[in-house]
RNA sequence: GGUCCCGUGGUGUAGCCUGGCCAAACACGCGGCCCUGUCAAGGCCGAGAACGCCGGUUCGAAUCCGGUCGGGACCGCCA
């Protein structure tokens, strides 16, 4: 077998004008007319046509005559120009075409579960199941060598940058970020569990204490929480962190990177410094953390315009401390009654009461001149507009009309598929409310407060910034980190508003915390996620597009049958005793 | 934990709302035969699904109802 270094059959053209030779690869498609046999022979880089004439080669072409769809074969023969007027330009070898002088069956195949081509998907079910199929069809291949390509500019650019690549262990312990770790049990401790890393946060900055200055990784993490499409249990980041740094070092890194990437891979010339975006007028304007830019809808908030109103549905939010969000649709007069129903529909769905609308629902009875004209002009709406109206709790009905902001978008095709939006949502707040109300940190307990909102701490501790940013493209969030304290009397103080016990501190963070006692530099990172930078370039909205073998949404792996149970006797030696579900199934 | 969509031959769809004309249609694929310039090759012939599963309603269910399993999108969750 010499296939390894022979010509690849997506790369031959007109320059191999009667080079013979020998190649390798599957039947994509078998034309046969009696006479002439052609195929369309397929490897990693591509298909071409090969051509068995009975009259040349008679063995080769009774040969072929068997030939089906996905046989590996191996050819032998000679490229040429194809005759005049049957070159086609649909392929990208298309102007050439090998005559076979000798064919070879390596191996047979059995038809199929679906065809392997690009037109038509498969559900998602069957892919999964088949995986190894699916990846031959060229579009995945694609995806396959992107993610690849994406992985060495990255190195190569990081590597120019003076960054090192750490690698930091899969057998771990559980990290101070708020996801659900995946436990693996220890047989040498019994009881006891390594946690896989949501993220090597600790081990990262402890990077920094070790002198590493410039850390980078292409780390797989792993979260134990609910799938999208944009999210698996285990994915990449690129991890990195850096000393003596400042917000601009992290940002003006990235944009280089970012910059470099989409100029490889997209030939495309990106913008920077990217545009940036406090959180807060993110969330008011766009009704989320990673607004899509890409289209000019706006949410406005109405509620001091109906401050004193007696309409039911905003009389009861706004009393209990809700607010009211307009968003003006341009032209939205000409909406139908059941397009309105279907928002209605999308509105409920991510659990918000509902949907007003005016003119038109019936709410614009109960509110008065005065009113209706201040909500016109809050949103900006004129004579052809629509104004959607949502009333809820503050951070619900931001969900609600941002969901409702990008379904009005994809309806109405304002969105500028061509543009790349990049935006740092920058600063972020050091603060967040747990479930109880009370007071958490938003990111994790090391990050960097703004110094001087520090004074304010007591009186409007959810208004103390953070030097925290997430890099957001196009409606995704590609990554987020922050500048961490190294100050020991901030860190305290951060520890002691949060309310933390001694023993917690020292058992969760009490690594770092020693650490940090020899000496730590000022430091800094960010973590931007792969597999979404790999789906922006690839086009595709569907993070199981870019993983070789990704999980459903139940975390299953279709393919290989996991999870699944295991050997009574690994548990015995793990000393694991499953119990079974409160509620058995029967 | 919740909401919504989907599940029909190997594949992709139609049929389902408005039950009987559906042991189910179309295309691709598959098997056979014919065919020397096609490239989604073409022509002719043929095989292949009781409609995810269980139960109910009904004289009658792919079609209606309930449950269940599986896939997907979203909310919560997760940066």
Redesign the pocket.
């Known amino acids: 077998m010499s296939g390894f270094r022979s010509p690849h059959c997506g790369s031959l053209g007109a320059s191999d004008d009667r080079l013979e030779v020998d190649l390798y690869g599957w039947v994509a498609?078998r034309?046969?007319?009696?006479?002439?046999i052609?195929i369309?022979l397929r490897d990693r880089w591509g298909a071409v046509?090969v051509?068995f004439?009975?009259?040349k080669a008679p063995e080769a072409h009774a040969a072929a005559s068997e030939l089906?769809?996905e046989y590996v074969v191996r050819v032998k023969g000679v490229v040429g120009r194809?005759?005049a007027?049957?070159?086609?330009p649909?392929?990208a070898t298309?102007e050439v075409?090998v005559t076979a002088s000798e064919l070879e069956v390596i191996n047979k195949s059995e038809?199929?579960?679906?065809?392997i081509e690009d037109q038509?998907?498969?559900?998602?079910?069957?892919r999964?199941e088949h995986r190894y199929l699916d990846l031959r069809r060229p579009r995945m291949t694609r995806m396959l060598e992107l993610r690849s390509r994406v992985n060495k500019l990255i190195r190569d650019y990081m590597d120019r940058e003076e960054f090192i690549e750490v690698e930091t262990p899969i057998l771990t312990r559980s990290s101070p970020?708020?996801?659900?770790d995946f436990l693996v049990p220890s047989r040498l401790h019994p009881g006891s569990f390594y946690a896989l890393p949501?993220a090597p946060q600790m081990l990262k900055q402890l990077l920094m204490v070790s002198g590493v200055q410039r850390y980078y990784q292409i780390a797989r993490c792993f979260?134990d929480?609910?799938?999208?499409?944009?999210?698996q249990p285990e994915f990449t980041q690129l991890d990195v962190e850096m000393s003596f740094c400042d917000e601009e070092d992290v940002f003006s890194l990235i944009e280089g990177l970012f910059s470099e990437l989409w100029r490889e891979v997209l030939g495309v010339e990106l913008k920077t410094p990217f545009e940036r975006m406090d959180i807060k007028e993110s969330l008011l304007r766009f009704g989320t953390d990673k607004p899509d830019l890409r289209y000019d809808l706006e949410i406005a908030d109405v509620g001091s315009v109906l401050a004193g109103t007696k309409a039911q549905i905003f009389r009861s939010a706004l009393d209990a401390g809700g607010v009211v969000r307009g968003m003006r649709v341009p032209g939205g007069r000409d909406l139908a009654r059941r397009d309105l129903d279907e928002l209605v529909?999308v509105a409920?769905?991510?659990?918000g009461k509902g949907l007003a609308w005016l003119p038109g629902s019936s709410i614009d009875k109960f509110l008065s001149a005065e009113e209706l004209a201040g909500i016109m002009s809050a949103t900006g709406a004129g004579d052809d507009d629509l104004v959607l109206l949502v009333a809820d709790r503050r951070?619900k009905a931001e969900?609600v009309m941002g969901?409702i902001r990008q379904e009005v978008a994809r309806r109405r095709h304002l969105i500028r598929e061509d543009e790349w939006k990049f935006l740092w949502i920058n600063p972020?707040y050091l603060f967040d409310e747990d479930?109880a109300g009370k007071l958490t940190y938003?990111?994790h307990p090391f990050t960097r407060p703004f110094e001087d909102d520090m004074s304010f701490v007591e009186d409007r501790p959810y208004d103390v910034r953070a030097h925290?940013y997430?890099i957001v493209l196009n409606g995704y969030?590609l990554?987020?980190?922050?500048l961490r304290i190294y100050d020991p009397t901030m860190q305290e103080r951060v520890f002691q508003l949060l309310g933390m016990p001694l023993e917690t501190i020292r058992d969760r963070f009490g690594t770092l915390l020693r650490a940090f006692t020899y000496g730590v530099p000022p430091h800094g990172g960010i973590a931007p996620g792969i597999d979404r930078i790999v789906m922006m370039l690839g086009g595709t909205d569907?993070i199981?597009d870019v993983i070789a073998f990704p999980k459903?949404?139940?975390m299953?792996d279709?393919m290989l049958g996991a999870p699944s149970g295991v050997d009574p006797a690994q548990l015995e030696e793990l000393r694991i005793r499953v119990v079974p579900p409160p509620n058995p199934?029967t």
């Open positions: 498609r034309r046969d007319h009696g006479g002439l052609f369309d046509q051509v004439n009975p009259t089906r769809a194809r005759p007027g049957s070159e086609n649909r392929m298309g075409e038809t199929t579960p679906f065809p038509e998907e498969p559900d998602e079910k069957t999964l970020s708020g996801a659900r949501q979260r929480e609910n799938l999208r499409a944009d999210r529909t409920k769905g991510a659990g951070r969900t969901l972020t479930d938003a990111h925290a997430d969030e990554g987020g980190g922050s569907n199981r459903t949404q139940s299953s279709l199934s």
